[in-house]
């Protein structure tokens, strides 16, 4: 698949199919993500993956019962998570602008997209969620608290094909300066 079908088509699936996932197609998804650029080449984004029924089903319910019921076959999910204080800052500690650690979840989000475009490559399909319990998720994995999680990503075979959003126009995005 070209890379300009896997933006095209890539859609957020809400309905999957039990049918498990390589391990294999998880571990390219992920060294995928290790490609996109980051502040200093700082690369602070972690992954946590569950796989396994027991650890599957703890993270599951540290989501919101919607997120639950959206993901409920889903045979994945990948928990996405920062290293602090470390992408947008000095060696001294000190922020080098007034994002901070902005530029983690800045980071983070440019390997989730990779993430995301290497799953639909792969055939694979994908929710991204931000509503979860840090706290749990935290638990369960073993996150140490230099990191704050950011995203919980379900991967695993659509049983849906749902229509493509209405995408804003260039001309409302985009403001071009040409003199």
């Not at 070209?2 to 060294?31: D, F, G, P, W």
């Not at 049983?159 to 985009?174: C, G, H, L, T, V």
């Amino acid at each position: 698949m070209e890379l300009q079908e896997s933006i095209i088509t890539r859609r957020s699936i809400r309905l999957y199919s039990a049918r498990k996932v390589e391990k294999e197609k998880i571990e390219a998804m992920i060294q995928a993500a290790v490609y996109a650029p980051s502040w200093k080449n700082s690369q602070v984004t972690r992954y946590y993956v569950a796989l396994g029924p027991e650890t599957l089903a703890q993270a599951k319910d540290a989501l919101p019962e919607f997120n639950r019921r959206n993901v409920k076959d889903a045979p994945v999910l990948i928990v996405s998570s920062i290293v602090r204080n470390r992408s947008g800052f000095n060696r001294d500690g000190f922020p080098d602008n007034e994002l901070g650690n902005g530029w983690g979840y800045y980071d983070c989000g440019l390997q989730t997209m990779n993430l995301l475009l290497k799953a639909t490559e792969l055939g694979l399909s994908t929710l991204v969620m931000g509503l979860r319990d840090e706290k749990r998720l935290k638990e369960i994995f073993h996150i140490p608290d230099t990191e704050s999680v950011v995203s919980v990503i379900a991967v695993g075979y659509s049983d849906s094909n749902p229509q493509m959003p209405k995408r804003k126009a260039i001309n409302e995005i985009a403001q071009f300066f040409e003199n």
